[in-house]
T-cell receptor, first 116, second 115 residues
Framework: AQKITQTQPGMFVQEKEAVTLDCTYD???????LFWYKQPSSGEMIFLIY??????QNATEGRYSLNFQKARKSANLVISASQLGDSAMYFC?????????????FGPGTRLSVLP | DAGVIQSPRHEVTEMGQEVTLRCKPI?????LFWYRQTMMRGLELLIY????????DSGMPEDRFSAKMPNASFSTLKIQPSEPRDSAVYFC?????????????FGPGTRLLVL
């Protein structure tokens, strides 16, 4: 079974609008971490935001926020006020348990295109 | 501060040749990871080190692949002999245990093409 599911292979959004990229995860661990990375066409992987399973508040980093719904096992990324430079692949990832490095898995990604 | 540094950024080689990819992690980080990214399989963890010691190499595809970390500031991933199916982007990432989220920070990647 897939640990990380990103059901939107591609998304379009108008510049300056907000967009939500979906991510659902599967784990039986109580302690885990959720991450979002951005991969522009240049290829590098850029860390965006982190949410811990015990964090009570949704994480925010500038225009990025993570809509964490623990009971639904979802960790959607919300980008507010989209910019042309936000066009990229976006990967959701999860680290299970407390062992750093182990069980760190990535989803298949969502390609976001921001339209002028 | 410098991020993770990888070299070369691009490598084109012929089947059967030895390929060595290099990585310099962020100074002070105690974890180092090697990933491979392909269209078919996405991002796969190959191996990771903690304090220069290999912890889990279960993702290494076969004996043709080997990785070393002789010191805290340098790691290599070697493929010998290389095959066309090894063509991919290879990422190195580093992280610091105990940091928030224990986030992994990626280098720019090495794009490998084996002809």
């Amino acid at each position: 079974a897939q640990k990380i599911t990103q059901t939107q292979p591609g998304m379009f959004v108008q510049e300056k609008e907000a967009v939500t990229l979906d991510c659902t995860y599967d784990t039986s661990d109580q302690s885990y971490g959720l991450f979002w990375y951005k991969q522009p066409s240049s290829g590098e992987m850029i860390f965006l935001i982190y949410q811990g399973s015990y964090d009570e508040q949704n994480a925010t980093e500038g225009r990025y926020s993570l809509n964490f719904q623990k009971a639904r096992k979802s960790a959607n990324l919300v980008i507010s006020a989209s910019q042309l430079g936000d066009s990229a692949m976006y990967f959701c990832a999860m680290r299970e348990g407390n062992n750093y490095g182990q069980n760190f898995v990535f989803g298949p990604g969502t390609r976001l295109s921001v339209l002028p | 501060d410098a991020g993770v540094i990888q070299s070369p950024r691009h490598e084109v080689t012929e089947m059967g040749q030895e390929v060595t990819l290099r990585c310099k992690p962020i100074s002070g980080h105690d974890y180092l990871f090697w990933y491979r990214q392909t269209m078919m399989r996405g991002l796969e963890l190959l191996i990771y080190f903690n304090n220069n010691v290999p912890i889990d190499d279960s993702g290494m595809p076969e004996d043709r692949f080997s990785a070393k970390m002789p010191n805290a500031s340098f790691s290599t991933l070697k493929i010998q002999p290389s095959e066309p199916r090894d063509s991919a982007v290879y990422f190195c990432a580093s992280g610091l245990s105990g940091s928030k989220g224990e986030t992994q920070y990626f280098g720019p990647g090495t794009r490998l093409l084996v002809l």
